[in-house]
């Protein structure tokens, strides 16, 4: 069974990563366009808004299938965006991005017969403009790593976070290690 951790690592590897909207002045409407082609299925379309350095790592048809993998396991439901803090030509955006499993994730107390079909992630998508057009490099940790490496003024300024995990059990919230 894949675990609810490895399906959002998976969104975050590829979905994230490939996120860029051309002609968008704000980083909050870039995020909210993104999330429009992701939950249409538009996935070939998404090709045209990678990064220059990812296309040249990335075919469009490794993309394709990447996010075709990725919504069979999970739905992509909805998205909140949060606090956008933007500086220039960055922008650290919080989101919230919920979803519907397509494989339960067993509950840990084996007397509850319920198992968790939601789930959601809190993560921060940070945002670069390049040649004018608003680009992610939040996907993993190594690529976020590299970005901050690349470009160590995005360091200043901004308040991060780590990505939080969660699903939905027994009505409530609860946060997966």
Do not use: C
Request: hydrophobic share 40%; aromatic share 12%.
């Amino acid at each position: 069974m894949v675990s609810f951790r490895k399906i959002i690592s998976a969104f975050l590897l590829v979905a994230l990563s490939a996120f860029a909207v051309q002609a968008e002045p704000e980083a909050k409407a870039a995020v909210q366009t993104f999330f429009s082609l992701l939950k249409a299925q538009k996935y070939s379309a998404l090709y045209d808004y990678l990064p220059s350095e990812m296309q040249q790592r990335l075919s469009r048809d490794q993309l394709t299938a990447s996010l075709k993998r990725l919504n069979s396991f999970v739905i992509i439901d909805k998205l909140e965006i949060g606090r956008v803090q933007q500086k220039g030509d960055f922008a650290v955006v919080d989101t919230i991005i919920y979803g519907k499993l397509s494989q339960p994730f067993p509950s840990k107390d084996a007397n509850k017969e319920k198992q968790a079909q939601e789930g959601k992630i809190s993560v921060q998508q940070y945002l670069y403009k390049e040649n004018g057009h608003w680009k992610v490099a939040t996907s993993d940790s190594a690529t976020r790593n590299n970005f901050l490496k690349k470009h160590p003024d995005f360091k200043q300024g901004f308040q991060f976070s780590q990505p939080k995990f969660f699903i939905k059990q027994n009505g409530k919230w609860q946060a997966v290690r």
